[in-house]
């Protein structure tokens, strides 16, 4: 009975403890979401007086919203672009770490090295390299770089724990029955890691395109959305910003339903496949 009333308190306190981390992690985006939705006269905080369409209008017709298209639109390419590399780079490192070689080791703590670097060191250091090799620094060259070498360990990890778990002697079996290489990984290997490569795109994505510290320094004249965000609140706080929040926000949880939704579709497809 003391051994049944110890663990429905453990229950109980990991709980709270795992309510108390959502609400630490979703509270401030559900705030940015209600003040979004605040009357003509609200202001940035609470009270919200009175609920309106009113700054989601304001933010269409304004000039701000023309300020932010241009950053939000280098923002996605620029987390596009770093989504197709790191899975095509993680894809590869997990595979190679497969199987031994010399300085495996160090091989695996290479790749990790973009995530034990505060951000804000990588960013400068690897600004001041790009000037004294004479590079200038935009968001799709010197940007582009610094982000792909900090989704990269997340996503390499991802993949890794994929192929940890992945049976070789099913591609031993297809490639005994004479099926080449590619024809291995394109029919048994890749249906099996599929939701790992899903995972590590949206890694990829989502750690890109809110990057600011690594950004700040490496990408140039022409900033990304992160950067232009930061550089309204140093004017002014205004509920547009929240406005502005909140869509990018239903944007990326909209992506990601598109991707969970046609992965459903795809398992589902497979599942209902006739075997030969």
């Given at each position: 009975?003391?051994w049944?009333?110890?663990s429905?308190?453990?229950?109980?306190?990991?709980?709270?403890?795992?309510?108390?981390?959502?609400?630490?992690?979703?509270?401030?985006?559900?705030?940015?979401?209600?003040?979004?939705?605040?009357g003509?006269?609200?202001?940035?905080?609470?009270?919200?007086?009175?609920?309106?369409?009113?700054?989601?209008?304001?933010?269409?017709?304004?000039?701000?919203?023309d300020d932010?298209?241009?950053?939000?639109?280098?923002?996605?390419?620029?987390?596009?672009?770093?989504?197709?590399?790191?899975?095509?780079?993680?894809?590869?490192?997990?595979?190679?770490?497969?199987?031994?070689?010399?300085?495996?080791?160090?091989?695996?703590?290479?790749?990790?090295?973009?995530?034990m670097?505060?951000?804000?060191?990588?960013?400068?250091?690897?600004?001041?390299?790009?000037?004294?090799?004479?590079?200038?620094?935009a968001?799709?060259?010197?940007?582009?770089?610094?982000?792909?070498?900090?989704?990269?360990?997340?996503?390499?990890?991802?993949?890794l724990?994929?192929?940890?778990?992945?049976d070789?002697?099913?591609?031993?079996?297809?490639?005994?029955?004479?099926?080449?290489?590619?024809?291995?990984?394109?029919?048994?290997?890749?249906?099996?890691?599929?939701?790992?490569?899903?995972?590590?795109?949206?890694?990829?994505?989502?750690?890109?395109y809110?990057?600011?510290?690594r950004?700040?320094?490496t990408?140039?004249?022409?900033?990304?959305?992160?950067?232009?965000?930061?550089?309204?609140?140093?004017?002014?706080?205004?509920?547009?910003?929240?406005?502005?929040?909140?869509?990018t926000t239903?944007?990326?949880l909209v992506a990601?339903?598109?991707?969970?939704?046609?992965?459903w579709?795809?398992?589902?497809?497979?599942?209902?496949?006739?075997?030969h």
């Amino acid at each position: 009975m003391h051994w049944k009333t110890r663990s429905r308190l453990t229950s109980w306190l990991l709980g709270i403890v795992t309510i108390g981390f959502l609400l630490f992690q979703w509270l401030p985006m559900f705030t940015m979401f209600l003040l979004s939705f605040a009357g003509e006269n609200g202001g940035t905080t609470f009270p919200m007086n009175g609920v309106s369409l009113h700054w989601y209008r304001k933010l269409w017709e304004a000039d701000l919203f023309d300020d932010f298209k241009p950053p939000m639109l280098r923002s996605f390419l620029l987390a596009l672009g770093c989504s197709v590399t790191t899975v095509v780079l993680s894809v590869t490192a997990a595979q190679a770490m497969r199987g031994r070689f010399i300085g495996s080791g160090a091989y695996f703590y290479l790749l990790l090295l973009g995530l034990m670097a505060p951000g804000i060191l990588v960013g400068f250091g690897f600004a001041i390299l790009t000037r004294l090799l004479g590079i200038e620094g935009a968001w799709n060259t010197t940007a582009y770089v610094v982000h792909v070498s900090w989704a990269l360990p997340f996503g390499f990890m991802t993949m890794l724990a994929v192929f940890n778990r992945f049976d070789p002697r099913l591609e031993e079996a297809a490639l005994t029955l004479g099926a080449t290489r590619v024809t291995a990984f394109r029919r048994i290997t890749w249906p099996i890691i599929l939701p790992g490569v899903i995972g590590t795109a949206l890694f990829g994505f989502s750690l890109s395109y809110d990057e600011y510290a690594r950004t700040l320094f490496t990408a140039g004249s022409d900033g990304t959305l992160p950067l232009a965000v930061m550089a309204q609140l140093d004017r002014q706080l205004t509920p547009e910003l929240y406005a502005i929040g909140t869509v990018t926000t239903v944007m990326s949880l909209v992506a990601i339903f598109l991707c969970t939704f046609a992965f459903w579709l795809r398992s589902r497809a497979l599942r209902g496949r006739p075997s030969h």
